[in-house]
């Protein structure tokens, strides 16, 4: 028997982790489950989730009312494969080897549930595309 694939790795990061990569690193955990480990961190993080975040998501059917924003690390860097920015800007470490995507998306700091649900949309639709290439012939 073969032994399992190592799990492709996500680090996603935008300045405050309470909009964008916890929508984000959320639809990951909840389309891909244990097949892709995912992290999310903010260079500047907030004290908690922004609250039309977690009702947008809410109506996603993903919860995400107990996360809280973390502090971007270099360790989280290092540890992840792919590194998705999300408007952090030069505050973003990089590293060679890494690979390195951003995804230039509104910043839903300040706006209300109507505002933010295109901008959950949308990162629905780029997670799902990743999640394709990542695990291929998964259903994601």
């Not at 973390?70 to 999300?86: F, G, N, R």
Request: charged share 20%; hydrophobic share 45%.
């Amino acid at each position: 028997m073969n032994p399992p694939a190592e799990r492709p790795s996500v680090l996603f990061v935008c300045v405050h982790n309470a909009g964008r990569s916890q929508m984000a690193a959320a639809f990951v955990t909840h389309l891909a489950g244990d097949r892709v480990q995912v992290r999310s961190a903010g260079s500047a993080p907030a004290s908690t989730v922004n609250p039309a975040v977690v009702e947008a998501m809410a109506e996603a059917g993903v919860d995400i009312s107990a996360e809280v924003p973390k502090v971007l690390t270099v360790e989280a860097v290092q540890a992840s494969d792919v590194v998705i920015t999300m408007g952090c800007g030069d505050t973003c470490p990089v590293f060679p080897g890494k690979r390195y995507l951003d995804w230039a998306l509104p910043d839903p700091a300040g706006q209300g549930v109507a505002a933010v649900r295109p901008i959950r949309d949308e990162i629905a639709r780029r997670v799902r595309a990743l999640l394709t290439e990542l695990t291929p012939g998964s259903e994601a």
